[in-house]
């Protein structure tokens, strides 16, 4: 239908109390009516219809439930009337939209209970709101995320730990603990494998589901990370024939939960660990904004998930932009590094490597005066590449110029923050560091991210990945929309102002 676009559709006015977070339910959308939940800063949660504009439900209107203020709200996968909601007092409750909430507030029983968890279930004698109560972690849950089949809940709190559960068995599947302070954003692959997050660490991690371990961490932020996501229409599987999304109608009938596609992504990741011979190319590509007011590009290819694969091409995850080329006719480097140099076995002398964050030159000399080290490392495969300038991290972090102050490597005793006042959990975060639950930093791959560019002037509350566009806003109150290479003729004259600097994506 033809919209006058100057003028929204439905605008609403809230006082004393600000809407914190949002869901929409992509299931039963239609062009004449869309399920629209918003979360509020005071614990209540609306049910409104924008187009329809007559269906309108509150739940949780008398506070009873929970005072604390909303941080995460969704439509469980695959239903039309079930949504789950998370508040800073780190429970999670269960609603139906069907059913009302009760005058009192509600009478609970365990129904069951693990490490850091437990979960109630709502007694009365009529079935009311809350149907479950679920208590996670210590601390604020800050985020959560179904798996692309809706099976499996990621849970990101202020204790600083990653959950995972299986959703309809209410079962802990794993955990994970951040480098340092509380995890603020969690995603997942397209297929499911893999969770990236990101939080006060200034660091995105990646952690493998199959193997409950972290993999891969990524640092180009020189702040707090407020959204990971991937990036479903350049994430790729190549076999023999290459293969990639190119965002036709076929792969992406099921938008929102990408069923239809994770399963064609499983299907074909599962022929890498088979026993064909036929050369299988995987790169996952996911982005991070924060609140540095810089989005990050990262590139999770085959040599940092099967580190103990030959090495079938060296490449490094560095920012090239700007990056010096190295003298003509310097021999040894690798041709298919995409520009960067990459000293084999034999060469003397390595040429400079190019990297994102700035480096002392100290590391840099030591890193290329140890031809020793080159070598181990090209032998070992390019996750040990990753980790090339480890040995001065500490003197890396505290060059850095961290904004606020209160990101890794500049945390002070004096610093006061209310962010920072983290109730004690059970577990000693100094004992974790160094175990499975939470590595060191030299014993996973460091990624360095492809792309890292100041967007906005604000912090960054916003990353979506679109087929021709990526979307981010920031706390200023802008939305812009970047295009896509090639993309930019299918955006409209207004779009494109606000992408000044061209396309960066």
Not at 69 to 92: Q, Y
Not at 172 to 199: A, Q, R
Request: with cysteine.
């Amino acid at each position: 239908q033809a919209a006058d676009l100057s003028k929204p559709i439905d605008k609403r006015i809230y006082k004393g109390t600000q809407p914190t977070c949002h869901d929409f339910n992509h299931l039963t959308a239609t062009a004449e009516s869309v399920s629209l939940l918003v979360g509020f800063s005071a614990g209540q949660v609306q049910l409104i219809d924008p187009i329809k504009k007559e269906t309108s439900k509150l739940f949780n209107e008398e506070r009873l439930i929970d005072k604390s203020r909303v941080t995460c709200v969704k439509w469980v996968p695959g239903s039309e009337s079930l949504f789950l909601v998370a508040h800073s007092s780190g429970n999670m409750y269960l609603y139906n939209v069907e059913h009302t909430c009760g005058t009192t507030a509600p009478h609970y029983q365990l129904l069951k209970q693990g490490e850091s968890f437990a979960v109630h279930t709502c007694k009365s004698k009529s079935t009311r709101n809350p149907l479950l109560k679920w208590t996670v972690g210590e601390g604020a849950l800050n985020e959560f995320a179904f798996s692309p089949d809706g099976k499996f809940l990621a849970c990101v709190s202020q204790d600083g730990f990653l959950r995972v559960f299986n959703f309809d068995s209410v079962e802990l599947h794993g955990t994970m603990k951040s480098y340092f302070g509380g995890l603020l954003c969690v995603c997942w692959s397209p297929d499911g494998k893999y969770i990236v997050t990101g939080g006060e660490d200034d660091l995105v991690t990646v952690w493998s589901f199959v193997d409950c371990r972290v993999i891969a961490r990524g640092h180009g932020h020189k702040s707090w990370v407020s959204v990971v996501a991937f990036d479903p229409y350049t994430t790729s599987v190549e076999e023999s024939d290459p293969m990639e999304f190119s965002g036709s109608d076929e792969d992406f009938q099921d938008l929102h939960f990408g069923r239809d596609r994770a399963n064609s992504t499983q299907s074909r990741l599962s022929k890498r660990n088979s026993t064909d011979s036929r050369p299988v190319s995987v790169t996952y590509r996911f982005g991070s904004v924060g609140q540095d007011t810089q989005l990050c590009l990262w590139d999770l290819t085959e040599d940092i998930l099967f580190p103990h694969q030959p090495l079938s091409r060296a490449r490094t995850h560095t920012n090239v932009m700007n990056a010096t080329s190295p003298p003509a006719g310097s021999g040894g480097t690798n041709p298919g590094s995409n520009g960067n140099s990459i000293t084999m076995p034999g060469n003397s002398v390595p040429p400079p490597l190019p990297r994102s964050n700035s480096l002392p030159h100290s590391a840099v000399s030591n890193a290329g005066s140890k031809s020793s080290v080159m070598d181990g490392a090209i032998a070992s495969g390019v996750s040990k590449f990753a980790t090339l300038s480890l040995h001065d991290r500490k003197e890396r972090h505290h060059e850095k110029d961290h904004k606020r102050n209160h990101s890794m490597g500049h945390i002070s005793s004096k610093s006061s923050d209310k962010l920072n006042l983290v109730t004690k959990t059970k577990t000693d975060p100094a004992k974790t560091l160094g175990t499975p639950l939470c590595p060191r930093m030299e014993d996973v791959p460091l990624l360095e991210p492809l792309i890292c560019k100041k967007i906005a002037h604000e912090r960054l509350t916003v990353l979506i990945f679109l087929e021709d566009c990526i979307v981010t806003a920031c706390q200023e109150g802008f939305i812009c929309t970047w295009a896509r290479p090639g993309k930019v003729g299918l955006l409209s004259s207004q779009t494109q102002a606000n992408s000044p600097s061209g396309t960066v994506v």
